[in-house]
């Protein structure tokens, strides 16, 4: 069965900092997907990440993925305010044609 | 157009009332999906639909019956439901996965159901 974990579950930083949240995953996969909530809000996608090596970037974030190592990160980089949210990552359970998420990551940005 | 509509935004219903949830999508997706999501935890798949049909069911309760009518529309039908049962339920399509690179899912925006 595929278990998602990420850590931290929560983050707390200051505006300017740099910090990176990992996404680990149990079983092969060729696909992850980065996911953004506001809250009381939907999901809105960030990345998608489908071979190993493979590295995205918008704005401040960029995520990677290892998937000899079965790990994805997401760097944040001079922090803004406006990054405040609930980030996800999502790993495709092959052949399922399903996604199985993490337990998500909250992080505050703080002025 | 790259959105997924859902309609109500909120729902109030008691456990004795029959209600329905929709979900359009315009992209032209064949798979489309229901997921729950729990206040602080993530989403949890209830449902895919791929080509019309129904692919999973993730062992959901019957009290929540899904309905695919067509490519464009999903509904999820809700009849005697219980309190635990409050919670966003969330409509994403997509690109079904075979022969296509991405397949990434495109979320709506939720209905926030409470049963009193």
């Known amino acids: 069965e595929l278990k998602v974990e990420q850590n931290p579950l929560f983050l707390s930083m200051q505006e300017g900092k740099n910090y990176t949240i990992y996404c680990n995953y149990s079983?092969?996969?060729?696909?992850l997907y980065w996911y953004r909530q506001d809250p009381g809000k939907s999901l809105e996608s960030l990345f998608v990440?489908?071979?190993?090596?493979a590295v995205k970037q918008e704005g401040r974030l960029m995520a990677s993925l290892d998937t000899k190592a079965r790990l994805s990160t997401l760097h944040i980089t001079a922090a803004v305010h406006d990054l405040s949210a609930t980030y996800f990552c999502?790993?495709?359970?092959?052949?399922?044609?399903?996604?199985?998420f993490g337990q998500g990551t909250r992080l505050t940005i703080n002025p | 157009d790259t959105e997924v509509t859902q309609t109500p935004k909120h729902l109030v219903m008691g456990m004795t009332n029959k209600k329905s949830l929709k979900c359009e999508q315009h992209?032209?997706?064949?798979?489309m999906y229901w997921y729950k999501q729990k206040a602080k935890k993530p989403p949890e798949l209830m449902f895919v639909?791929?080509?019309?049909?129904?692919?999973i069911n993730e062992s959901v309760p019957s009290r929540f019956s899904p309905e695919c009518p067509n490519s464009s529309l999903l509904n999820l039908h809700l009849h005697a439901l219980q309190p635990e049962d409050s919670a966003l339920y969330l409509c994403?399509?997509?690109?079904?996965?075979?022969?296509?690179?991405?397949?990434?899912?495109?979320f709506g925006p939720g209905t926030r159901l409470t049963v009193l």
């Open positions: 994403a399509s997509s690109q079904p996965r075979q022969g296509v690179a991405s397949a990434k899912q495109f």
């Open positions: 079983t092969t996969s060729d696909r």
């Open positions: 990440l489908l071979s190993n090596g």
């Open positions: 999502a790993v495709d359970s092959q052949g399922a044609q399903k996604l199985v």
């Open positions: 992209m032209g997706h064949r798979a």
């Open positions: 639909y791929s080509y019309e049909k129904l692919s």
